[in-house]
Nanobody, 120 residues
Framework: VQLQAFGGGLVQAGGSLRLSCAAS????????VGWFRQAPGKEREFVAA????????DYADSVKGRFTISRDNAKATVYLQMNSLKPEDTAVYYC??????????????WGQGTEVTVSS
C-alpha cells in the first residue's frame, strides 16, 4: 500500500485544515488508518485512527473534540478535519496503514508527511 498525505499548510490559531491520505495499491479497505504527528525535537505521537470499517475510532486526548477522522474506502482516502487549531498542533503529520488503532509499531505503511504550521 502506498500512501500520500496532503492538505497541510499555514493557518492562524483557531483556524481549520483538512488533511487527506490517499492510498494506492494493496487492499486499503482492510487496514486501520491512523494519523500521527511529529513536532521538531519531539517523538512521533498518535493523533487519531479509524478501523477498516470505520466502526472504531480513537483520538488522542489533545485533539479530542477538535479533530475528526473519517474514511471513504471507495475513494481509498482517509481524512482528518482539524478545527480550532492551536500553535501546539504545529507538526509534520503522517498517515499510516496498520492494524491496531494506537499501536504505532503495528503500522507497516507510511505516507511522506504533510506539514502543518499554526501561528499564534
Amino acid at each position: 500500500v502506498q500512501l500520500q498525505a496532503f492538505g497541510g499548510g499555514l493557518v492562524q490559531a483557531g483556524g481549520s485544515l483538512r488533511l487527506s491520505c490517499a492510498a494506492s495499491g494493496g487492499t486499503f479497505g482492510s487496514y486501520t488508518v491512523g494519523w500521527f504527528r511529529q513536532a521538531p525535537g519531539k517523538e512521533r505521537e498518535f493523533v487519531a485512527a479509524v478501523s477498516w470499517s470505520g466502526g472504531r475510532i480513537d483520538y488522542a486526548d489533545s485533539v479530542k473534540g477538535r479533530f475528526t477522522i473519517s474514511r471513504d474506502n471507495a475513494k481509498a482516502t482517509v481524512y482528518l478535519q482539524m478545527n480550532s487549531l492551536k500553535p501546539e498542533d504545529t507538526a509534520v503529520y503522517y498517515c499510516a496503514a496498520g492494524v491496531f488503532l494506537r499501536l504505532i509499531s503495528s503500522y507497516d505503511y507510511w505516507g511522506q508527511g504533510t506539514e502543518v504550521t499554526v501561528s499564534s
